[in-house]
């Protein structure tokens, strides 16, 4: 990410610049997610919305609007339902959106509630015909004695408009949560993973989906563990990845057999005795797992850390990184107020160099594999004006010696959680979730990634 | 279980629980250990914290089925410590001799007569060290001046052997490994957690024969004297006597943890207010119950028939 010629790390945290503030009304976003580009940015709330940024070719009279996102489209994916034949209430909350790499003029993305996973087709409509020989302008029928010749319609320009469509919607596979979905790279199949079971989608079929793992016992009563998060290779079609509450990653090749319960691969590290608490199985449970863009490593993220595996090492991870230790000795009140079982998502960069997750306080948390340097920094209003630039922070513990702008164990804010963060492909701009509000940041110094 | 001496990352105060002084003394006798009162304490507020958790699941906003499975294994893994330091049963023998309803003022006098009651009983003779039975009193006291919140600390135990059934029934009915049920599982599934304590307490003496009858009651008063002994909220009568005649199918957290969620956005004990008004799953069986299972029998008729 550039050369350091002074103390700064090497992140350049400096030349992150706050692009936009923008604020969501209303509603805590519940997933952020760039397309394949980087051009298109979706998140969605918890009411079910999804909204689609756009990002602005860049202009050469304002070198200071180049590169921005603004508001493209809006629309509502999913409704509140009741399930009547269990006095059910499904939230119309978003889980996640996956964006499907593009293959026309269109975009399609998937978005996934509980329950019901909907295909959407976004397209752009900039030109309409005018001159129909039975129809006047406003669309009423003409009067016959009027027309005297006939006429070609024509295309005109109009004012853009972009228009979402449901094409598929994939439902009633699912009895438990869905967490996570995640499309192939043979971009005709994707995954949808719930709590205890993972279904295997073809983008054009919605009345039938194949289970490729259940981890459901027999005895409901002998259940100690759940799926938490699943992800396709991106490039192997036959491979993916879940992970559990107890901490595991288990790698499946679906060649192997119809049924993917066996795993290939089974990546665990040893639980150290003498760190042993009662919390140990809690703050294990990973709570997100990206393949690396290499589609070499893996990141996954645990209440404390976030961990780098190379798949071919199941015995422990590459690379451990403490995203916020100072939290192990408060475990036993984060799980009164039940903060111990937030799941933070994390993110790789495009070059794989850098990784990404939130924490308490509206902070987030960097860290440079290479040069093993990390950084804090804040996503708020009240901390960075537009276009300042982002000045890293420090937590000390209680009592500790503190510098100026530092800020203490005991006044981090625990409602303040940025559990979802996403990093644009190519370049170095990060979109960070903040409840209901989005931020998104760009390194304007080192905009190509290193 | 922990070696001797090992810093237990517990509390947020990150006490050292066995102090190496008393190591000597607790080798002596085979499987008792040395805790400390505090230890003891925080591993039972953690305890009462959990059941206190699982119980109000349904009541969440987002019911959330990893949570539930955290919690329940949380608990169970203090259930284990619990049953191998032999306190797990002097609490549950408490409570069967009991045979009461909980309120604050009967589970201290509870308390007080256990190791009376478990002796009289004659069911599962304990010897008692005296310096345990002194420290159990004395947390008792601690407990009729209602500052702490937990019941049992009795120090130096050694578990019985014939109890080891009654830790395993515990694992089981205990709400602990409750019933995930599955939501297309049928109701009578829902029992499955009595009758496992059934078979394993089957082979059992007389005294396990109590506790068979008695397990049910006792779960009963395990969570409504937890949910009494619980500080933070008011003792509301109402909750009280909700949860200390309730039928043991409440603790089947099938729906619980597949989303139910009759009462989305409302606080924990506002839901109780409405309980009854909703689906079949809830407390009692009372009449509208009857006649939501009715409607819904309906409902089903007329989904199949078309």
Redesign the interface.
């Given at each position: 990410m550039g050369e350091d010629t002074d103390a700064t790390p090497t992140l350049n945290h400096r030349g992150f610049l706050p692009d936009h503030n923008y604020v969501t009304e209303a509603d805590i976003i519940s997933t952020v997610e760039f397309n394949h580009t980087g051009e298109l940015l979706a998140t969605g709330d918890k009411g079910g919305r999804v909204v689609i940024f756009q990002r602005e070719p860049e202009s050469k009279t304002e070198p200071f609007s180049q590169g921005e996102y603004n508001v493209y489209s809006t629309f509502q994916s999913h409704e509140p339902e009741f399930d009547y034949l269990k006095s059910l209430e499904i939230e119309e909350k978003i889980n996640k959106i996956r964006w499907l790499p593009q293959q026309n003029a269109a975009h399609f993305l998937l978005s996934t509630n509980d329950k019901t996973i909907k295909l959407w087709k976004v397209s752009e409509r900039d030109k309409r015909p005018e001159g129909y020989n039975l129809k006047d302008e406003e669309g009423r029928i003409k009067d016959m004695s009027t027309v005297t010749s006939l006429q070609v319609p024509v295309l005109k320009p109009m004012d853009l408009m972009v228009e979402v469509s449901p094409r598929r919607v994939f439902a009633n596979a699912h009895t438990y949560h869905v967490n996570s979905i995640s499309v192939n790279s043979d971009y005709e199949t994707y995954m949808s993973a719930d709590d205890l079971r993972i279904n295997l989608w073809h983008l054009d079929i919605t009345d039938r989906s194949f289970n490729i793992v259940d981890i459901k016992p027999a005895n409901m009563e002998d259940l100690t563990e759940v799926i938490t998060a699943a992800e396709f290779h991106p490039h192997h079609c036959n491979l993916f990845v879940y992970s559990s509450s107890k901490g595991t990653l288990r790698l499946c090749d679906m060649r192997e057999a119809a049924l993917c319960d066996k795993h290939s691969k089974l990546f665990e590290e040893p639980e150290d005795p003498s760190a042993r608490s009662f919390f140990s199985e809690i703050i294990s449970s990973v709570s997100d797992v990206k393949f690396s863009h290499s589609g070499r490593y893996l990141l996954t993220r645990d209440y404390l850390t976030a961990k780098v595996w190379d798949l071919n090492m199941e015995s422990k991870p590459l690379e451990t990184y403490q995203v916020h230790d100072y939290l192990r000795s408060k475990l036993c009140s984060l799980y009164e107020n039940d903060c111990i079982f937030d799941k933070f998502e994390c993110a790789w960069n495009g070059s794989d160099s850098v990784i990404m997750t939130g924490a308490y306080n509206n902070f987030f948390r960097m860290f440079d594999r290479n040069t093993k340097r990390d950084v804090t920094l804040e996503a708020s209003r009240e901390s960075s004006k537009p276009r300042a630039v982002l000045k890293p922070r420090r937590v000390c513990a209680a009592g500790g010696k503190r510098r100026k702008d530092d800020i203490s164990v005991d006044s981090l804010d625990f409602t303040k959680k940025i559990l979802h963060t996403a990093w644009h492909p190519n370049e170095n701009i990060i979109a960070i979730a903040a409840t209901n509000n989005l931020y998104i940041f760009q390194d304007k110094l080192n905009s190509e990634m290193h | 279980m922990?070696p001797k001496g090992?810093?237990?990352?517990?509390?947020?105060s990150?006490e050292e629980p066995v102090s190496s002084g008393e190591q000597s003394q607790a080798a002596t006798s085979a499987a008792a250990r040395t805790l400390s009162s505090s230890y003891s304490l925080?591993?039972q507020s953690?305890l009462d914290?959990s059941l206190i958790?699982l119980q109000l699941c349904h009541m969440l906003v987002?019911p959330?089925?990893?949570?539930s499975?955290?919690i329940?294994?949380?608990v169970r893994?203090?259930q284990e410590e619990m049953t191998q330091d032999g306190t797990w049963q002097i609490m549950t023998q408490a409570l069967a001799a009991a045979q009461c309803p909980g309120d604050r003022l009967v589970a201290t006098e509870v308390l007080c007569r256990q190791s009376d009651a478990a002796g009289q009983a004659g069911q599962n003779p304990k010897p008692f060290s005296v310096v345990g039975l002194e420290e159990g009193y004395h947390s008792e006291e601690v407990v009729m001046e209602g500052d702490v919140e937990t019941e049992v600390t009795m120090s130096t135990l050694s578990p019985v052997s014939p109890q080891l059934s009654s830790a395993s029934y515990l694992a089981?009915p205990f709400g602990m490994?409750?019933?995930?049920?599955?939501?297309?599982?049928e109701d009578g599934e829902c029992e499955?957690?009595e009758e496992?304590s059934e078979e394993c307490v089957s082979e059992g003496e007389e005294g396990d024969r109590d506790h068979l009858s008695a397990d049910s009651r006792i779960r009963e008063q395990v969570f409504g004297t937890f949910e009494i002994k619980h500080p933070a909220p008011p003792p509301d009568p109402a909750l009280e006597e909700l949860f200390s005649d309730v039928d043991p199918s409440y603790y089947d957290l099938?729906?619980v943890l597949?989303?139910?969620?009759?009462a989305?956005k409302m606080g924990p004990y506002d839901l109780l207010e409405s309980l009854s008004s909703?689906?079949?799953?809830a407390l009692s069986s009372s009449s509208s119950c009857r006649s939501?299972l009715n409607e819904?029998d309906h409902?089903?008729e007329i989904i199949v028939g078309s």
């Open positions: - | 922990f090992t810093k237990r990352k517990f509390s947020d990150g925080q591993r953690l914290m958790k987002e959330n089925l990893c949570r499975v955290l329940t294994n949380t893994q203090i089981g490994g409750p019933c995930w049920e599955e939501e297309e599982e499955e957690d496992d099938d729906t597949t989303g139910m969620q009759s989305p909703h689906g079949p799953t939501d819904l409902i089903m």
